[in-house]
């Protein structure tokens, strides 16, 4: 059994910066908000520095998958802001880890939340999803009055 304090700690973290560009803003939600950078695109940038914070440490035959996410997006950032997004272990259960997410630019904060991810073996995950994917085809299968 794999234990996450060993190679995982409170308060581990990683930041991410990034300049608002066109394509991270609200503009594929709403023509008059095609200045303002979107809610997705933080939550993206959150859930990569996550992955960034725990993932390189796992073992090879392990990776963290996101089953939960709460985000509160609190102000508006404009095209060519400097967007930073960082995320912080803030505790560690068995094979859950619960992070904080920080979000601001160049005027303070613009949201904050949480993020959980669990942590999994690669081959239980591809197991798991092949049993699934089998499922759907033989649904399909019957749907279409083959088997």
């Known amino acids: 059994m794999l234990d996450l ?26 023509k008059d908000l095609n200045q303002f950078l979107s809610t997705p695109t933080i939550i993206d940038l959150a859930i990569r520095a996550s992955m960034e914070t725990i993932d ?3 073992p090879d035959d392990y990776v963290s998958i996101g089953f939960s996410i709460k985000f509160a997006h609190t102000a508006a950032t ?10 912080s272990i803030v505790s560690i259960e068995d094979h859950e880890v619960d ?21 999994v073996s690669k081959a239980h995950l591809m197991k ?6 089998r499922f759907l085809t033989n ?6 009055g083959r088997r």
Do not use: C, P
């Open 5 to 30: 304090n060993e190679i995982l700690t409170v308060g581990q973290n990683f930041m991410i910066r990034k300049v608002v560009q066109r394509s991270d803003t609200a503009a594929a939600y709403s």
């Open 128 to 133: 798991n999803a092949e049993r699934r994917t």
């Open 56 to 58: 390189k440490y796992l």
């Open 78 to 87: 404009s095209l060519g802001m400097t967007l930073t997004v960082k995320v």
């Open 139 to 144: 649904k399909r299968l019957d749907n279409f």
């Open 99 to 119: 992070l904080r997410i920080e979000a601001w630019d160049e005027q303070g904060e613009i949201g904050y939340g949480m993020h959980k991810r669990s942590i």
